[in-house]
C-alpha cells in the first residue's frame, strides 16, 4: 500500500511534524515550506544515502559546496539569462497566471473551476517568457536596478560544478572518467508551484556531473539510468510506481543529446494511470556543452571567442592519446523534497488493530527513518522503571538514534512512533527489574519478543542492519 493522494501527506506531515506551511503566523508565502524535526531528519538521511553511495563507496567521485551567489557572467555563459524561462500566459476572465505548457495541470481559480485553457470562459492573452532566475544585488549599491552588482540565486547546483572542473581535476589527480557531486539549495521563481513540496520556488537538488570521453558517454549514461532506480528502491520505493520517460527531441533543453527522467506516481488519485506519474529526477547526457560554455579558447569561424570572460580553458588532456578535447557530461539530478515525498508516499500504510480502528504505519527503512529505537517506560510514575528506560536509552544512543518518551499510555505512545515510521519501540515494565529484560515490538509485524538487555543493542543493531 501507498498513500491515496499527497494530501494525506500533507497532514500526516503536518501533525507529526515533517514539514509545516513556512511564514504560517503571517499567513504563508505562496508553496514555501519548513522541515520540522522528523522532515530535517529524514531529508538528512537521504542526502547521506545518496552522498555514502556516490562519493564514498565508489572510488569516482569527488564532492563539492560551491557558491549559491556566483559571478553573473556563469548565468551568461550557461544559457540561463537568455533561455532558462517559461511561457506564461494571463486569463483576462478569470486572472490566472498559468505556464502555457502546462495549462492541462492547473485549474482554473474561477468557480466552478475547469482546468485552464480547456474551460469554454477562458480568455488568455499572448506567452509572453518568463525568466525564472531570482535577483540580487551584491554589496551596497545605490539603485536597486543597478547592473553592475546584478547577481542571481542559482537555479541548479550544476553550473557550480562546471566551473569547478579544473580546481578539482587539478587537486584530486583524477583521470577521465570522473564525477563531481554536490548537494544544495537552489531557486527558481516557479510560475505555478504547488502539490505540497513537489514543485516549490525553494528546494534542494543533489547533482551529480560525471566527465567522460565522448564514446563512453552513451553507455555510462544507460548505467546512470539503471543503477539509480537501484538507489531509489534502496530507499523503500516499489518498482510499481516508478517508471522511466524518454524526453522528445522537442522537450530536450538545448545542451541535452538525450535526458531520460525517472516519474513516480505523485498522484494515484487520477483515472488516467499516465497522468498519475510526474518526475523524480533526470539523468541527461549534456554532450561537452557545459565545459566547453565556460571555456576562453573555442572560437567561431571568424576567430572570435565563444567566451569574451572566462580566464580558464576546461578542456582535457589525455596523456595515453595526446588529444586535447572537452570531456562530455552525464548528469544525474535529483530534488531532495521530491526524493523525500516519495519515500513518505510510499511507506505510508494502514493497518487495522484488533479493536477496528485504523492506525498509520509509515514504513521507513531503517536507514532513513528519523528515530530508530523508542524507548518507552510502562509506568512513568515508578521511578525505578523510568531510571532504567532512560539508562537504556543512553546506552543505545551511540549506535542508533533513540529517544525516551513517556507523555502518554503506551498505545498512545506506539501509535506515534508507527505514524513517524520508528522500526522498533522497547518497553521497559514492572518485570523488566526483576528479569533484566525488556519488550521489543516490531512498527510492522506489532510482534513483540522479550529480550535480554545486555544482548539488546546487538540485537537491535542486527536487525536495523
Ligand atoms: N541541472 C539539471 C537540472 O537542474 P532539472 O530537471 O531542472 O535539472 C533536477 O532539476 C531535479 O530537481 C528535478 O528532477 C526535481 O527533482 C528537482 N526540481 C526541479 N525544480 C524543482 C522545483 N521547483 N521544486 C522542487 N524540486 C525541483
Not at 287 to 306: N, Q, V, Y
Not at 377 to 382: S, Y
Not at 443 to 459: C, F, G, P, S, Y
Request: charged share 30%; aromatic share 10%.
Amino acid at each position: 500500500m501507498s498513500a491515496p493522494n499527497i494530501e494525506t501527506i500533507v497532514s500526516l506531515s503536518k501533525r507529526r511534524g515533517f514539514v509545516f506551511p513556512a511564514s504560517e503566523i503571517y499567513g504563508g508565502l505562496g508553496s514555501s515550506w519548513d522541515y520540522g524535526s522528523l522532515g530535517v531528519e529524514l531529508a538528512n538521511n537521504v542526502k547521506q544515502s545518496w552522498w555514502r553511495w556516490l562519493v564514498h563507496e565508489r572510488d569516482d567521485i569527488e564532492g563539492l559546496d560551491s557558491s549559491i551567489i556566483q559571478n553573473r557572467q556563469v548565468w551568461k555563459y550557461s544559457g540561463h539569462e537568455t533561455t532558462f524561462s517559461d511561457p506564461l500566459v494571463d486569463c483576462r476572465a478569470c486572472k490566472g497566471r498559468f505556464r502555457q505548457d502546462k495549462l492541462l495541470d492547473v485549474t482554473c481559480p474561477k468557480e466552478p473551476s475547469a482546468n485552464a485553457g480547456s474551460g469554454k470562459e477562458c480568455d488568455l492573452t499572448e506567452p509572453k517568457q518568463f525568466n525564472l532566475m531570482f535577483k540580487t544585488t551584491v554589496g551596497a549599491v545605490s539603485a536597486e536596478d543597478d547592473e553592475t552588482a546584478l547577481a542571481y540565486l542559482r537555479p541548479e547546483t550544476a553550473q557550480g560544478i562546471f566551473i569547478n572542473f579544473a580546481n578539482v581535476l587539478n587537486t584530486s589527480r583524477r583521470k577521465l572518467p570522473f564525477g563531481i557531486a554536490q548537494i544544495g539549495k537552489a531557486f527558481r521563481n516557479e510560475v505555478t508551484p504547488g502539490n505540497f513540496i513537489f514543485r516549490t520556488r525553494e528546494f534542494e537538488q543533489m547533482e551529480m556531473e560525471y566527465f567522460c570521453r565522448p564514446e563512453d558517454a552513451q553507455k555510462i549514461h544507460q548505467e546512470f539510468i539503471d543503477e539509480f532506480q537501484g538507489w531509489f528502491h534502496s530507499l523503500g520505493i516499489s518498482a510499481a510506481n516508478l517508471k522511466l520517460y524518454e524526453q522528445t527531441k522537442e522537450e530536450l533543453a538545448h545542451y541535452a543529446e538525450r535526458t531520460v527522467d525517472i516519474l513516480y506516481r505523485f498522484f494515484p488519485e487520477r483515472d488516467d494511470e499516465e497522468k498519475q506519474f510526474d518526475e523524480l529526477m533526470g539523468i541527461a547526457n549534456r554532450k561537452d556543452f557545459d565545459l566547453m560554455a565556460h571555456s576562453k579558447k573555442p572560437e567561431d569561424a571568424t576567430g572570435k571567442r565563444l567566451n569574451a570572460d572566462s580566464t580558464e580553458d576546461l578542456s582535457y588532456f589525455d596523456e595515453a592519446t595526446k588529444q586535447r578535447f572537452y570531456p562530455y557530461v552525464i548528469e544525474p539530478a535529483v530534488g531532495v523534497n521530491r526524493t523525500l515525498l516519495a519515500i513518505l508516499m510510499d511507506a505510508y500504510t494502514e493497518k487495522t488493530n484488533d479493536k477496528g480502528e485504523t492506525r498509520v504505519i509509515l514504513k521507513l527503512t531503517p536507514e532513513l527513518a528519523p528515530i530508530k529505537v523508542a524507548v518507552l517506560p510502562l509506568a512513568k510514575n515508578k521511578p525505578e522503571i523510568v531510571a532504567m528506560a532512560k539508562d537504556l536509552k543512553k546506552q543505545l544512543l551511540p549506535a542508533m538514534r533513540t529517544v525516551y518518551d513517556d507523555t502518554g499510555g503506551i498505545g498512545k505512545l506506539y501509535a506515534r512512533q508507527d505514524e513517524i515510521g520508528t522500526p522498533f519501540c522497547v518497553t521497559v515494565d514492572h518485570e523488566s527489574l526483576e528479569d533484566e529484560a525488556v519488550t521489543v515490538r516490531d512498527r510492522d509485524t506489532w510482534d513483540q519478543e522479550r529480550i535480554k538487555i545486555a544482548e539488546l543493542k546487538e540485537h537491535l543493531r542486527k536487525k536495523l542492519d
